[in-house]
């Protein structure tokens, strides 16, 4: 990263937490050119076109997205038309992160692949319905399929 002058945009979180980010990433990689804007903004209509031209002014050669899901997805969708950049790159809390802004849960959780049980612990209202009634929702529905179509027999 720091053998070319790359431009990253971040397009994420709390305004603090995109100036902590921006500053962090200049000190660990100094040709690394970073601008940024929060991600607190309607995601359409005018103020929607500003970031897009802030983000176009700039010319990012990535642009990091961090809204969380679907939100990012369904804005990159609709947007991608109008941004000038190389790649796409969303990321959820990623930058939260980061900034040790957002607690990710105790290590022995995070690194044994439960960190969703410990953002399920700590943000259980916004991540119930994706954890508890998705999840398993969707494993029923390919389970169902695979039996509709022969694929799961009794051996």
């Not at 941004?83 to 790159?89: A, D, G, M, P």
């Not at 916004?126 to 051996?155: E, H, S, W």
Request: net charge positive.
């Amino acid at each position: 990263m720091s053998e070319k002058n790359l431009f990253l945009f971040l397009l994420a979180g709390k305004p603090s937490v995109v100036d902590k980010a921006i500053t962090k990433l200049g000190s660990i990689a100094p040709n690394l050119r970073v601008q940024g804007h929060h991600g607190y903004f309607e995601k359409s209509g005018k103020e929607n076109d500003l970031v897009i031209k802030k983000i176009n002014k700039f010319q990012p050669d990535i642009l990091y997205i961090g809204f969380g899901m679907p939100l990012e997805e369904r804005w990159i969708l609709d947007n991608f038309n109008k941004i000038e950049t190389t790649v796409f790159l969303p990321l959820g809390a990623c930058l939260d992160f980061y900034t040790d802004s957002m607690y990710r849960g105790p290590r022995w959780l995070t690194d044994n692949g439960l960190e969703w049980l410990a953002r399920l612990i700590t943000e259980p209202t916004r991540l119930a319905d994706r954890y508890i009634v998705c999840i398993p929702l969707f494993f029923y529905r390919v389970v169902k399929q695979r039996i509709a179509q022969g694929m799961i027999t009794n051996r």
